[in-house]
């Protein structure tokens, strides 16, 4: 009975707007669920950080990364088909169809959106709540060799 309850607050915790409010949503959860469903709540609680790390992202990437089935949506073509045809008959030939099946799905899929921050994200650019963090306040540049030491310190 209290499924419906715990699945709607689960969802608001991954669709809050900002990693403030996902934390207010676990206090919530926890703070409903903890007496009645302890080891559901310690998980989400104790991978609180894990769950909530898309929002290190740029949050224009966020639609993509709240996905909960990413590898079941790529595959779904290939297993349809597989059962389709009963199988593939050998290793080889399933690889065959699995690559061509794929290669011809690929162009039904949803580009990324604002592909221009992927490079930037693999540059290890800083992200909080969504947004590109020009200068990061707690990490300090390195001094440059003709930089005196006392005007570093």
């Not at 088909?81 to 593939?88: A, D, F, I, L, S």
């Given at each position: 009975s209290a499924h419906p309850?715990?699945?709607a607050a689960m969802k608001e915790i991954i669709g809050a707007e900002d990693i403030d409010r996902a934390q207010l949503a676990i206090a919530a959860f926890e703070r409903d669920y903890g007496a009645k469903y302890p080891k559901a709540v310690k998980k989400i609680v104790d991978d609180a950080e894990v769950l909530l790390e898309y929002f290190r992202y740029p949050a224009e990437h966020w639609v993509h990364l709240r996905t909960t089935n990413p590898i079941e949506s790529t595959f779904a073509t290939v297993r349809l088909?597989?059962?389709?045809?009963?199988?593939?008959g050998?290793?080889?030939a399933g690889m065959a169809m699995a690559y061509k099946l794929i290669e011809a799905a690929q162009s039904r899929w949803r580009a990324v959106n604002a592909p221009?921050?992927?490079a930037l994200v693999r540059a290890g650019a800083l992200f909080h709540?969504?947004?590109l963090l020009e200068r990061p306040v707690d990490i300090t540049p390195d001094p440059s060799p003709d930089t005196p030491v006392s005007e570093v310190a």
């Open positions: 309850g715990a699945l088909r597989t059962r389709v045809t009963k199988g593939p050998s290793r080889a221009q921050l992927v709540k969504g947004k």
